[in-house]
């Protein structure tokens, strides 16, 4: 297990050189010139080519990327074109703000579409199966802007239970931290559970099909017992595999429940930055979400691996 | 006053299909004694299984049901139990293995955890005693290196060793009746004579009762006592094993020793024409009539045959048993 997820680490390395490559090469596509974008309307071409030449935009490509790379292994992600600012320091402030919002959401999706996706199985054809199966549709189509801003008028405004937006930290008031997140969270998460539910569905009513789930019957252990016990773990297989991909996907939708909660995360940060070209800090969110993932999709193939004696054997 | 351990009378099971209620095993009646082993052998599809099942009570619910007739072990009815009495008495009194060894056991468990869980279940063993029994049960089923092997994974042991579990599984409570599904079919030919020696053995070990369900005719002239012979959802010949192999007094199981390849090299390898009938394209009258070479016009399509006593001992379903000449094996 220990050599696995070794393995997996140092695959990872070739990996992310690629990611920053992609990252980096962003530079190049993008139409525009941030030296011109800096300088602003009334620049003489002497001032844009002193900015340039300061910026080191006029030396060749591999020696650009070699000088950027260089300084991003040493944690150092540049300097945001317009504050000034470390991208690395901006980053460390708003990158809590996004664990936390995605962290809470994916517990949240993954307890409540399991259950319900588990739960309609074991009703397959009844009329709680049907009400579950109509409820996760709805969580699929549902955008979520609009259950967002929903939630709020009902729970923050009308109601007051929560803060309508602001982000406490947690090292502040872990209570206050629960509620600035909660709201986000479920907005953030209805999509990712109505999609898990459906996979767990799915999978748990091919289980309670197979042949060892007659045997556990043949046993005389109790329905519950084989549902909770046996069958989930085989049913949580291929969902957890689609579990990992919705971290990725998470981390997307996160850009705007964070912009409709007024939180100060990295994809309101990334948001941001695009509308200003402000490719240091595109480079710098764009890079750290992805090792982020790759991260996390490493997780998720240990504990497939810990569901799954076949996996851990080879 | 009898003294059988599971005694069937005239079972009747039925599906849901498009068009109603199917009648896949009608009137079924057979008891089984302690320590004995009743044959149950017919073609697929003729309702065999689904009669072993009914006995487990482990019909699918909503899609089956039990229509009519009674299933008492130890004079106690099972029809009707609640399914949290069933499920006390499922692995405890009445064990079952299947076909399939391959898929019969649960991939995600550890061997011994899928035998200590039974024990665990019916005796309220802990979790010590139950794995110290488990290796006891590994060890009585004849599995090399018990101790070790105990913490394995289905996936690591091949068919036959998989159907050792399977039996360490369903006798880790001693019951008192085993029911076996086509145990051996899956099975290499070798494998299929060593697991049958091993029921044998343990069968006289633990006294318990064994129905055995199979097609093959060579498996059940070993292993059981009586034969009950069934052919599209009925019992269409019941008797001692040697009796049916002998004198068998149904044209069906006639045909089905004739399928059996005779000793010396000698060909005469022949088979029964036809198909079982769908239990919803029953014919009338006798419902092997068509696939009958003895079948008397006017007589064997019109009249249903009951279920007689043709010899002592020895019942058959056919009108013409009397009066036809059946050819054994000799």
């Known amino acids: 297990m220990i050599r696995m997820v070794a393995r997996r680490l140092l695959a990872l390395v070739p990996l992310v050189f690629i990611v920053t490559l992609l990252v980096w090469g962003l530079v190049l596509v993008i139409p525009g010139d941030p030296a011109l974008a800096i300088a602003g309307d009334s620049a003489t071409p002497e001032q844009v080519e002193a900015i340039r030449a300061d910026l080191g935009l006029d030396d060749p490509v591999p020696v650009r990327y070699g000088r950027w790379l260089a300084d991003a292994v040493q944690g150092d992600l540049g300097t945001s074109l317009y504050t000034s600012y470390s991208v690395t320091d901006a980053l460390a402030d708003r990158l809590p703000v996004t664990l936390s919002l995605v962290f809470v959401a994916f517990l949240l999706a993954v307890v409540v579409g399991t259950t319900i996706g588990a739960l309609a ?4 054809g009844r009329p709680t199966d049907r009400i579950l199966t109509v409820t996760t549709s709805v969580g699929l189509a549902v955008p979520n802007f609009w259950l967002g801003l929903l939630l709020v008028t009902f729970f923050a405004l009308k109601l007051e239970w929560f803060p309508s937006g602001g982000y406490v930290p947690f090292t502040e008031d872990p209570v206050g931290w629960l509620r600035s997140i909660a ?12 999609e898990l539910a459906r996979q767990m569905r799915a999978s748990m009513s091919d289980v309670l099909e197979r042949d060892f789930v007659r045997t556990h019957r043949a046993k005389g252990l109790r329905s519950s017992t084989i549902v909770r016990r046996y069958a989930l773990k085989n049913a949580s297989m291929p969902v957890i595999t689609v579990a990992g991909l919705q971290v990725a996907r998470l981390f997307g939708l996160a850009t705007v429940v964070e912009i409709i909660f007024n939180l100060n995360g990295v994809g309101a940060l990334a948001v941001d930055a695009v509308f200003d070209r402000d490719i240091p800090v595109i480079q710098g969110c764009v890079l750290v979400i992805t090792v982020i993932v790759l991260l996390v999709n490493l997780l998720v193939d240990v504990s497939y691996g810990l569901v799954n004696p076949k996996v851990r054997t080879q | 006053m009898s003294d059988a351990l599971l005694e ?12 109603g ?22 073609e697929s599809g003729c309702g065999k299984s689904v009669t072993s099942l009914a006995v487990m009570g482990l019909l699918p619910p909503r899609s089956s049901r039990i229509a009519e007739g009674s299933i008492r072990l130890d004079g106690r009815e099972l029809r009707g139990l609640p399914e949290s009495q069933l499920s006390d008495i499922r692995g405890n009194a009445v064990s079952m293995i299947f076909q399939e060894p391959m898929t019969s056991l649960d991939p995600a468990f550890r061997v011994g955890e899928q035998i200590a869980a039974v ?42 060793m998989r159907q050792r579990v399977m039996i360490a599984i369903a006798l880790a409570c001693e019951p008192d009746l085993l029911i076996a599904d086509e145990p051996t079919t899956a099975l290499d030919v070798t494998v299929q004579k060593q697991i049958l020696e091993l029921l044998a053995g343990l069968q006289e070990r633990l006294g318990m009762g064994v129905l055995f369900v ?8 070993q292993i059981s006592d009586r034969v009950v012979v069934m052919y599209a959802g009925q019992v269409v010949e019941q008797a001692a094993t040697e009796e049916v192999f002998w004198h068998p007094q149904h044209p069906y199981t006639e045909g089905l020793l004739a399928c059996l390849p005779a000793e010396h090299g000698r060909e005469r390898l022949r088979g029964i024409p036809g198909l079982v009938p769908g239990p919803l394209d029953l014919p009338g009258g006798c419902r092997f009539h068509p696939r009958c070479h003895h079948a008397v016009a006017g007589l064997c399509d019109v009249t249903p045959p009951g279920l007689d006593e043709v010899l002592a001992g020895h019942r058959a379903r056919c009108l013409l048993a009397r009066d036809i000449e059946l050819q054994g094996i000799s």
Do not use: C, N
């Not at chain 2, 069937?8 to 039925?14: F, K, T, Y």
């Open chain 1, 121 to 124: 199985a074991t009703r397959k």
């Open chain 1, 183 to 194: 709201l986000p969270a479920v907005t953030l998460a209805t999509a990712v559970a109505a």
């Open chain 2, 8 to 19: 069937v009378e005239g079972l009747a099971v039925e599906f849901a299909t498009a068009q």
């Open chain 2, 21 to 42: 209620w199917a009648r896949v095993v009608d009137d079924v009646s057979f008891t089984i004694g302690r320590g004995e082993t009743l044959g149950l052998l017919g």
């Open chain 2, 119 to 160: 024990l665990r279940r019916h005796r309220g063993a802990s979790r010590s005693q139950a794995r110290r029994r488990a290796v006891e049960l590994l060890e009585l089923v004849g599995i090399p290196e018990a101790a070790r092997r105990v913490d394995d994974y289905p996936h690591t042991f091949s068919g036959g």
């Open chain 2, 214 to 221: 199979t097609h093959d005719m060579g498996v059940i002239s």
